[in-house]
C-alpha cells in the first residue's frame, strides 16, 4: 500500500528535537501519512516515539523541521484547534463523572447543541458495545471497558486525525487481542488516520497498513508489514521485527 493511494494528509518534514540543547531526541524525522492509514511507530523504549507525537498534538514545540496536516504546517496552531483526537495507555477517564459524561465532555467544551451530544453519546455507546453503560461510572467497568470508553471519547468528536500511545500497554494478552480488532474494526468502519505507537512488533504487524521502525531518533524503515517482513532494510529492522515479545 502506498501513500498514494491514500492521498497525502500528514507530512513530517526534517523534523528535530531536543530537551537540553544538547543531545536530539528526535534526529531527522520524515514521515508521510495518507488520509486513512494506519500508520505505526514501531520502536524500542526510549527511541523517541512519544516526543514524535507529542509535537504532533502540540503539546512539545518542533525544535526545527516542519509538519503539515492537509498541507498547512501546524506549528503554532494550539492543541485543541488541531481537532485531534488522542489516547493514551494511562489516559484516565474522569473519574467523578458517568461514562456518558465522560463521552459528553469533548462535545460539551466544542457547544454542540444538546440534543445532538446526547445523540451522539448512544451512537459511540452502540459503537463500542456498552449501551446501557451511560450511567456507570468508570470505577465500576473493567479496564477493557473502561479503554473502549476511553477511545470512544477519542473519536466522539470526529476527529479526521486519531493519536494512540501504547493505549493497550496495560491491559493483559486477551484482551489487548480483543482491543486490536476493536480498534481496527472502528478505524475501518469510521475512516479516520491513526498514528500508532508501540514496542510491541506483533501488533503493530496485526494492525497497520504502513509501519515506521524507528530507532534513536530516526526511522529505520518506512513499508508495509509484509514488506518489512520479508525485506529489512538492515539488521536493527531484521531483529526487532524478528523478536518474540
Ligand atoms: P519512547 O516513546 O520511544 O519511549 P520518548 O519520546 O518518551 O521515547 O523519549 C525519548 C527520549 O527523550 C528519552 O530519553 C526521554 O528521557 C527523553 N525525553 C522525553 N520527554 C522529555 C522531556 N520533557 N524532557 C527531557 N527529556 C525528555
Redesign the pocket.
Known amino acids: 500500500m502506498q501513500a498514494a493511494q491514500y492521498g497525502e494528509f500528514l507530512s513530517f518534514n526534517h523534523v528535530k528535537?531536543t530537551?537540553?540543547q544538547k543531545?536530539l531526541?528526535?534526529r531527522d524525522f520524515n514521515l508521510e501519512v495518507g488520509r486513512g492509514e494506519f500508520v505505526t511507530?514501531l520502536?524500542?523504549?526510549?527511541?523517541?516515539?512519544?516526543?514524535?507525537?507529542?509535537m504532533l498534538a502540540g503539546f512539545?514545540n518542533v525544535t526545527s523541521g516542519s509538519i503539515t496536516l492537509q498541507g498547512k504546517p501546524i506549528t503554532g496552531i494550539a492543541p485543541y484547534k488541531r481537532n485531534i483526537g488522542m489516547v493514551f495507555q494511562n489516559y484516565a477517564l474522569f473519574p467523578h463523572m458517568t461514562v456518558a459524561q465522560n463521552l459528553a465532555y469533548p462535545l460539551t467544551v466544542r457547544k454542540l447543541p444538546k440534543s445532538e451530544i446526547a445523540q451522539r453519546v448512544e451512537h459511540y455507546l452502540k459503537l463500542i458495545e456498552l449501551q446501557g453503560f451511560g450511567d456507570r461510572h468508570p470505577a465500576q467497568l473493567s479496564g477493557g471497558q473502561r479503554q473502549r470508553v476511553a477511545l470512544a471519547r477519542a473519536l466522539i468528536f470526529e476527529p479526521e486525525l486519531v493519536l494512540m500511545?501504547?493505549p493497550l500497554g496495560a491491559l493483559d494478552k486477551k484482551l489487548r487481542e480483543q482491543m486490536q480488532f476493536e480498534i481496527t474494526r472502528l478505524h475501518k468502519q469510521l475512516g479516520f488516520t491513526v498514528v500508532y505507537?508501540t514496542?510491541d512488533q506483533a501488533e503493530a504487524l496485526t494492525m497497520s497498513s504502513r509501519i515506521a521502525v524507528?530507532n534513536q531518533?530516526m526511522v529505520q524503515q518506512y513499508d508495509t508489514p509484509d514488506q518489512l517482513y520479508e525485506q529489512p532494510a538492515n539488521a536493527f529492522v531484521a531483529s526487532f521485527i524478528g523478536e518474540n515479545n
Not at 45 to 52: C, L, N
Open positions: 528535537k530537551f537540553d543531545s531526541v528526535v511507530l520502536g524500542p523504549s526510549g527511541s523517541g516515539k512519544t516526543t514524535v507525537l507529542m512539545e500511545d501504547e505507537v514496542h524507528f531518533g
